[in-house]
């Protein structure tokens, strides 16, 4: 085989390779856009208000402590 014809078989190579690497890339995008399509379609994107009666309000018992703790610490760098 002479150079010429390994150098056109490189070519051709390389272009294939190059060519199966865009086609997966622009198969992916199409499929990334299919994706959000549907995700909007079904309102998938929309998140729901979950409300948790049991969790402690913030400011009550021990975090009032905790909070002037801080406040006094931060009062007192001066």
């Known amino acids: 085989m002479t150079i010429p014809e390994m150098l056109s078989q490189s ?4 272009i294939l390779g190059m060519g199966v690497v865009f086609s997966f890339l ?9 994706v959000a399509f549907m995700v ?3 309102g998938w994107d929309k998140e729901e208000a979950v ?7 913030v400011g009550s018992g021990q975090d009032q402590a905790v909070i002037a ?10």
């Open 40 to 42: 909007k379609a079904f």
């Open 11 to 14: 070519g051709i190579l390389t």
């Open 69 to 78: 703790a801080i406040a006094a610490a931060v009062n007192d760098r001066d």
């Open 51 to 57: 409300e948790n009666p049991a969790a402690p309000t």
């Open 26 to 34: 622009i198969i992916l995008i199409v499929f990334m856009k299919l």
